[in-house]
């Protein structure tokens, strides 16, 4: 239950230590996992005093144990080593100090290190943390190279002289940090951190030699993974020789098998890409070269050509042509002509054959009544009706009379 305490009712400093302690007590014994940093062993004492910390974290706790279960265990585990230590957390009262209390301490193997990276290895890959669409493209030329590696170390010494050989106008901004051990994970991760934060910077390079798999473990952290995840500067990761594979090789966005490598990836090399251009330059020259010799073999074969080298062959051979065709179009059209006066002289004969003055001009009459119609029967006549009569030379008039036609008086 809290304590109900004021600036007037405070307690004493003991009684919280007691409490907090009767709190821990409570806890029981666990199981914890870490690294050993720190190791004491005084000759005669019967107490071990031991660091553990989490590599992942800047966090410590005090371990004691005494000396026969240390003693079990004290030829395969050093400063460094990482174990699992069964312990119960207990508090030192008179200086206010939490501490654990081991009753047994296991190492923890390179085959069960294995076998959590690849369980880890696994939920990451779940995660899409691996996946290939979250990897940004390097830069053609980087203008501005950070690089995380070991102080003085022969993968700096690396990466710098290969990238200054193959293009020495590259520049660097250099991370010296711990690459193995208990400080390793926080200070690549704060590197990692404080080098893509820079908006100059153009690409990461994480560099370390060789070594075993314990001295590559920070290498496989999972803090160190979700931070190259997250990057937006690429980074390539440089971890070991060609075998060695830790999880920073799946996040980043490129792998190289060495430092040597990471800097050959990474800068391009002066001497080839101005033999690439020199190449390039011969090629687009010969393209041109070639265009314009195609070009000029056609404009000499066009000039060739007998239209026109004589242009003045072709306007005659159109005349003739033409001479014909005007020649063959005037006798058609007299051909028609005549063809047509013909027709038209036997058709006017025709007329003229069948037209009824022709008739008239043959001694025929025609009698026409009052309304100007023909008389074709005697029936259409009445008696004593007036007719006029029409000749070839003129008309009279005439009248019906007892049956007959006779002129008027």
């Not at 950070?146 to 010494?157: D, I, K, N, Y």
């Not at 040597?260 to 330059?281: C, F």
């Not at 008739?359 to 100007?372: H, I, K, N, P, S």
């Amino acid at each position: 239950m809290a304590l109900q305490t004021s600036a007037e009712t405070p307690i004493p400093v003991g009684q919280v230590s007691r409490l907090i302690g009767g709190w821990i007590d409570r806890l029981g014994a666990v199981w914890v996992e870490g690294q050993i940093t720190q190791l004491s062993r005084r000759p005669g004492a019967g107490v071990v005093f031991m660091t553990l910390r989490d590599p992942s974290h800047d966090i410590s706790v005090s371990v004691t144990c005494y000396r026969q279960v240390f003693d079990k265990v004290a030829d395969v585990i050093s400063e460094g080593a990482r174990v699992v230590v069964h312990a119960k957390p207990e508090w030192y009262a008179p200086r206010g100090q939490l501490s654990l209390r081991a009753a047994e301490i296991k190492p923890v193997g390179v085959g069960e290190l294995l076998a959590r990276l690849e369980m880890l290895k696994k939920a990451l890959a779940a995660e899409g943390l691996f996946a290939a669409e979250r990897k940004h493209p390097l830069p053609f030329l980087p203008q501005l190279i950070g690089l995380v590696c070991g102080r003085a170390s022969a993968a700096e010494r690396d990466v710098l002289e290969n990238a200054r050989h193959r293009w020495p106008a590259v520049r660097f901004e250099v991370r010296n940090v711990a690459v193995q051990g208990i400080h390793a994970v926080p200070q690549v991760v704060e590197a990692v951190r404080e080098l893509d934060a820079r908006p100059d910077v153009d690409v990461i390079i994480v560099a370390r030699g060789g070594g075993s798999v314990e001295d590559l473990l920070p290498f496989s952290d999972e803090q160190l993974v979700r931070t190259v995840s997250q990057a937006r500067t690429p980074v390539v990761s440089a971890i070991g020789h060609e075998p060695d594979s830790p999880l920073l090789d799946l996040v980043a966005d490129l792998r190289a098998s060495t430092p040597t490598d990471a800097a050959k990836k990474v800068v391009p090399d002066v001497g080839e890409e101005l033999a690439r251009i020199q190449q390039l330059r011969e090629r687009a020259l010969r393209a041109v070269t070639g265009f314009l010799d195609r070009e000029e073999r056609g404009l000499a074969g066009a000039l060739n050509r007998p239209c026109i080298r004589e242009p003045h062959r072709m306007v005659e051979a159109r005349e003739e042509q033409v001479t014909a065709v005007l020649e063959r179009g005037r006798r058609t059209l007299g051909h028609l002509l005549d063809r047509a006066d013909s027709e038209l002289t036997h058709t006017l004969a025709r007329v003229v054959a069948l037209s009824p003055k022709a008739t008239l001009e043959r001694g025929y009459a025609v009698l026409q009544r009052a309304d100007g119609h023909a008389v074709r029967t005697p029936e259409e006549v009445g008696e004593g009706e007036e007719l006029r009569a029409r000749v070839a030379e003129g008309d009279f008039t005439v009248r019906r009379t007892d049956g007959s036609v006779t002129p008027p008086a």
